[in-house]
């Protein structure tokens, strides 16, 4: 296979000479294509490119003529400016041609910290990186541009971790499936723990879905909170849900006064109102386990600090914010724009702001901690781009919540869930298949599995 390596100033294009060369050794047709020159590099990169016996050419997109495949080993996953020159001129070259490419550490022109790209970057078929994925493996665009990611062994001893301490994490369930709140033989339906589900008069479905995915989650029960008028809508079509009519606040404070209501989810289909406002704060003031999402955000949007405040003055460490980008944006107003960094630094950035765990939606969601602990989720397929899909996935962490995982692990733990449930229905995937397909997913982590 006619073969070119594009090899950088730095590590990454040494490491593009010792592919080389073993490609060369394999009997593979292939050159080498080095920014710069061969007399400028220093240490080991020096060292390869001596070592190197074949032909060196400048970089160039004319290299590509003739080539099959490419091997990016320009820059790495440390690039912190845009490509320009040849380096920008030669990747467009091989994105305007199709060409198959393999990347070196991560595709050159893609932030190794945020996913982001600088300037431009391969489309590549595989990428290998070494010891450990970076975040832009995992944050959009970079992961869709690094295509399959291989984690390659180069010796680098695990105990190197404990001298770093990491706080960046992908959310697997080594992170947390030993905190999964697994039912015992003493449980009962109160010590599994007791949700609120604050119901709306108009969109029912939105905590009918979340509701469910409490329950599947391993809630002992639920009760969903709405208006008189709509109750006998939520008791018909959830035999298994509690329902409670809910008209003013006072009956609202009557129902958290219960302690064993542990959790109150709060925001889908509930309107952006009043008494979506005042809700949110009688249930952080009543120290309960809290989420919010959709409608219990955007209404705090005029003054996200009185959450803030109310978060504060909460049991520490009580709270979940589910926000999509949209919501974010209304309640983080600072944390838009490039200047605020990628979606990773943003969503850390909220949760120190908030003091809450923030769950910052997408196809790569962030959990972040006020702590500064985060975890990226890869795991979500396209399919859960559908309409109410986040109220199951706020079910899902309210209901691992009531049942005392702590907030991080609980919302990672969802998050994952959530993506290997939709993965297991396939296309045409609705919210309502979601609670469903848990039970699943629950049952090969509980063996050990995932």
Not at 164 to 183: D, Q
Not at 189 to 208: D, L, Q
Not at 316 to 325: D, K, M, S
Not at 357 to 366: I, N, R, Y
Request: glycine share 14%; hydrophobic share 50%.
């Amino acid at each position: 296979c006619p073969s070119v390596v594009l090899s950088g100033p730095g590590n990454n294009g040494g490491d593009g000479f010792v592919i080389a060369r073993h490609l060369q050794e394999a009997g593979w047709d292939v050159v080498v294509a080095l920014l710069g020159s061969a007399d400028k590099l220093k240490g080991d990169a020096a060292l390869n490119a001596r070592r190197w016996k074949g032909e060196v050419m400048g970089l160039a997109p004319a290299v590509l003529d003739g080539r099959a495949l490419v091997v990016d080993a320009i820059f790495g996953a440390g690039l912190a400016r845009p490509l320009a020159g040849q380096a920008l001129a030669t990747i467009e070259a091989v994105n305007g041609r199709e060409l198959p490419c393999v990347g070196v550490d991560t595709p050159s022109g893609i932030d190794g910290d945020s996913g982001k790209v600088l300037g431009a970057a391969p489309q590549c078929a595989l990428t290998v990186t070494f010891f450990r994925k970076k975040p832009g493996h995992l944050l959009l665009p970079g992961r869709l541009l690094a295509g399959e990611v291989v984690v390659a062994d180069i010796g680098i001893a695990e105990s190197v971790l404990e001298a770093i301490g990491p706080r960046t994490f992908e959310n697997l369930p080594a992170l947390w499936r030993h905190l999964l709140p697994w039912p015992r033989p003493e449980d009962h339906k109160y010590s599994r723990g007791h949700v609120i589900v604050g119901g709306g008069a108009e969109m029912t479905g939105a905590a009918r879905l979340a509701a469910a995915a409490a329950l599947r989650a391993g809630a002992g029960l639920v009760t969903i909170a709405s208006p008189p008028e709509v109750v006998p809508v939520y008791a018909v079509s959830m035999p298994g849900v509690l329902t409670v009519p809910v008209d003013d606040e006072q009956a609202f404070a009557a129902l958290l006064a219960d302690r064993r209501r542990n959790a109150v989810l709060l925001g889908p289909g509930t309107g952006v109102n009043e008494a979506t406002r005042s809700r949110v704060l009688a249930a952080l003031g009543a120290g309960k386990r809290v989420v919010l999402d959709a409608d219990a955000l955007t209404v705090f949007a005029d003054k996200p600090g009185d959450l803030f405040a109310a978060i504060a003055g909460a049991i520490a460490g009580n709270c979940v914010l589910t926000p999509h980008e949209g919501e974010f944006a209304r309640i983080f107003p600072g944390l838009g724009g490039e200047k605020a960094g990628g979606k990773l630094a943003r969503a850390r950035a909220a949760a120190a702001i908030s003091g809450a765990v923030v769950l910052l939606k997408g196809a790569d969601t962030v959990i972040a901690s006020p702590g500064g602990r985060a975890a990226i989720n890869a795991n979500a397929p396209a399919t859960l781009a559908t309409g109410g899909a986040g109220d199951v996935l706020a079910g899902l962490i309210i209901g691992l919540m009531a049942q005392g995982m702590a907030p991080f692990e609980a919302a990672s733990a969802a998050a994952w869930i959530h993506g290997e449930a939709a993965s297991a229905f396939g296309p045409g995937l609705i919210a309502e298949d979601l609670a469903g397909l848990v039970p699943g997913v629950l049952a090969r982590l509980e063996e050990g599995a995932g």
